[in-house]
């Protein structure tokens, strides 16, 4: 089935799914139907068929999916079978963190310079080379990576991602706080908020505490 036929919403979860089978993995289960998975997940099994059906079905009656398949299949519909070759600009807090903890090659990731415009900060991190951003352009045109970190302030971010599409970058993990959405449809962009997720999170705890506080009455 072509990607495009692919909703965003299915493909949102198409990591969860990996991450789990992952687990499964790791524990050497080879096989689950899709009701064990959907207990694992807190999901329907419907919902399992229904979004695993979109790319043509894993499953087989009365088997249950085979979870190394299924892990494989799924790696490669989200692309991580080509290891992107990845640059992160801005070595500041959030650009060492990541580098220094993030499991890029987990996920699909090759981490292969650092950039920041600071003097200072040029060095290295964990083995990775920090580079200068005058170095950028020369570095693009001999390495080609495909995707970049955005941890810069976000004053800065508009201009330096233009700077990056000029040099091949077709895709953004954009930490920046700048949401931005590209005019072109050659790079792909993924605005990047923690504070969404614990916002989230606070809408739950919040509804926790108000069903609390009803029952206590
Ligand atoms: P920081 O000030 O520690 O680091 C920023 C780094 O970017 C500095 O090393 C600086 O020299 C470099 N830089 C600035 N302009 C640059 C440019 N034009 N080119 C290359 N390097 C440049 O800041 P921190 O704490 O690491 O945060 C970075 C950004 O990430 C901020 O905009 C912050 O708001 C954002 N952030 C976003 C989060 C999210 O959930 N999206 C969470 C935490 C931070």
Redo the contacts with the bound molecule.
Sequence with gaps: MPKEKISISVVKRLPRYRRYLGELLKENIAKISSKELAEMMNLTASQIRQDLNCFGGFGQQGYGYNVKDLYDEIGKILGLDKKYKTIL???????RALTLHFDFEDAGFELIGV????YK?IGDICGIKVYN?EELEKFCEINHPTVAIL????C?AKE?ADLLIKCGIKGFWN???KEFALDNSDVAVEN????DSMMTLSYHVSEIISKNSETDK
């Design positions: 600009i801005g070595a500041g807090n959030l650009g950039f920041d415009a600071n900060e951003m941890c810069i302030p976000k800065n330096v930490f920046s706080q990047v908020h923690l504070s």
